[in-house]
């Protein structure tokens, strides 16, 4: 079979890693990186390329198209496939909605009683209203940009000054042109977040292990957000009885509400949750798999991850047998100092050759500069680690002991994935 992966970062290069394991897969990759270039045939096209891409396709017979990112579903790449019967897996532009429009997922939601955070949602010609909103509000308040903005739309502000600040940075500034013409403002909330990604084939669906990301920059929870800093899987926070309500309160409403709504939902449904004290809420859906989610979830899959795909992408999902392992995984990200914000790239990345059987290095952003490998974005690569043995701070060893042979000139990462769980872990080994 020829598969073709749309990306180029971390969770692309898992998903070739997985692939390309498999028995007959030829995979290509556009526009991949250094990583990827070993284990696929590199495609010179960008993601978003969607009638090259298309093109491609056709020329070299390929059977599968697997999107990674969100910009080609918000640009109709699935459309424009299917509307030529290619298989593609992936939501619909309509679909891509639930992420590219925070105001349309909060309507969504609420038209379909999914539990998540109270909001109300302004357009810039609703500031005055907006402003007073805000000035009788009750803080912390979360303000959120309606459109992409590559997870940095969001922002946590404690009083009504703060959230002045931050609107004149969308709507006088426009520093999110226009996908910070309207805002949803939201009821803050507390809890521990996980990730929960659904296959779907827009009937029938699976759910993979449960996943934390680690958005903030720095230890602890400090500085920026980011896209990601590190993930683990699976996340002991996620029990059977949260899971359940994941499933019947959120994955089958999106499910059926699509449905109802004429964009049947097809592809990785990514539940952004927010385990709350009154059970689990959505903080934001995605439309696609996770990064760094997924270097860290695939690894826990035993069945196979291209029979998923094209599971989802020609809706025989029914016929898909899910087979997990009792594996934990830990990924941890190395990225280039300064990060999110300016930073060099273009550094030489030492110490990838060495291969252990429990660890992986998934490059995100790398390329091939005079036959060696450098930095080429701020997350620059993830080393997950994984245990076989399902212990969470084995697998984190596991993946910073990889990390302590990387190096390169302003490498920084976080020294605390999977913290929180090793913590549960040890204070479960003890009661027991
Ligand atoms: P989003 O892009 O909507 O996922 O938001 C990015 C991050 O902001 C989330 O992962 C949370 O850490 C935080 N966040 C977003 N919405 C809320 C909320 N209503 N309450 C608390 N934290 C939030
Ligand atoms: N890890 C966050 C995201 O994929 O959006």
């Known amino acids: 079979m020829r598969v073709l992966v749309i990306g180029g970062g971390g969770r692309e290069h898992?998903?070739?890693?997985?692939?390309?394991?498999?028995v007959d897969a030829k995979v290509y990759c556009a526009p991949g990186n250094a990583g990827i270039a070993r284990q696929a045939e590199i495609v010179n096209l960008k993601a978003d390329d969607v009638f090259p891409l298309l093109r491609f396709v056709d020329d070299n017979k390929i059977d599968l198209t697997v999107v990674g990112p969100e910009q080609p579903l918000a640009a109709g790449i699935v459309d424009a496939f299917e509307s030529r019967g290619k298989k593609i897996f992936g939501p619909r532009k309509l679909a891509a909605r639930l992420e590219t429009s925070k105001v349309f997922a909060k309507e969504f939601m609420k038209r379909w009683r999914i539990p998540t955070a109270g909001f109300k949602s302004f357009?810039?010609?609703?500031?005055?209203?907006?402003?007073?909103?805000?000035?009788?509000?009750?803080?912390?308040?979360?303000?959120?940009?309606?459109?992409?903005?590559?997870?940095?739309?969001?922002?946590?502000v404690q009083s009504a000054r703060e959230a002045e600040g931050d609107l004149d940075?969308?709507?006088?500034?426009?520093?999110?042109?226009?996908?910070?013409?309207?805002?949803?403002?939201?009821?803050?909330?507390?809890?521990?977040?996980?990730?929960?990604?659904?296959?779907?084939?827009?009937?029938?669906?699976?759910?993979?292990p449960a996943a934390q990301d680690h958005k903030r920059a720095g230890d602890n929870d400090t500085g920026k957000n980011t896209g990601g800093m590190g993930a683990f899987a699976p996340t002991p926070f996620v029990g059977e009885s949260e899971?359940?309500?994941?499933?019947?309160?959120?994955?089958?409403?999106?499910?059926?509400?699509?449905?109802?709504?004429?964009?049947?939902?097809?592809?990785?449904l990514y539940c952004g949750m927010m385990l709350t004290k009154e059970g689990p809420k959505v903080v934001e859906f995605n439309v696609r798999f996770g990064d760094p989610e997924t270097q860290a979830v695939l690894q826990l899959l035993d069945s196979s991850l291209l029979g998923l795909l094209e599971a989802g992408a020609i809706r025989k999902m029914s016929t898909y047998r899910l087979k997990l392992n009792n594996a934990a995984s830990v990924c941890v990200i190395a990225a280039s100092k300064g990060y999110p914000d300016y930073h060099k790239t273009g550094k030489e990345i030492r110490g990838l050759d060495e291969i252990t059987a429990s660890t992986k290095v998934l490059h995100s952003g790398t390329k091939l500069a005079d036959g060696k490998v450098v930095s080429s974005g701020g997350r620059v690569l993830g080393v997950t680690g994984t245990d076989p043995g399902g212990k969470i701070k084995k697998a984190?060893?596991?993946?910073?002991?990889?990390?302590?042979?990387?190096q390169f000139d302003g490498m920084f990462f976080r020294h605390d994935i999977g913290k929180t769980a090793i913590d549960l872990e040890e204070k479960k080994g003890q009661s027991a």
Not at 193 to 208: M, N, Q, R
């Open 14 to 22: 898992a998903l070739v890693d997985a692939i390309s394991r498999e």
């Open 169 to 208: 940075r969308l709507f006088v500034q426009k520093i999110f042109g226009g996908a910070g013409e309207r805002v949803v403002v939201e009821e803050f909330l507390e809890g521990t977040e996980a990730s929960v990604f659904a296959v779907t084939d827009g009937k029938d669906y699976v759910v993979l």
């Open 123 to 156: 357009t810039i010609q609703q500031q005055r209203e907006l402003l007073d909103y805000l000035a009788t509000a009750r803080y912390p308040l979360v303000l959120k940009a309606d459109g992409l903005a590559a997870g940095k739309g969001v922002s946590i």
């Open 243 to 268: 899971l359940a309500t994941i499933r019947s309160a959120v994955i089958e409403k999106v499910i059926e509400g699509s449905s109802a709504e004429g964009f049947p939902f097809k592809g990785c």
């Open 396 to 406: 984190a060893e596991l993946a910073y002991g990889r990390l302590a042979g990387i």
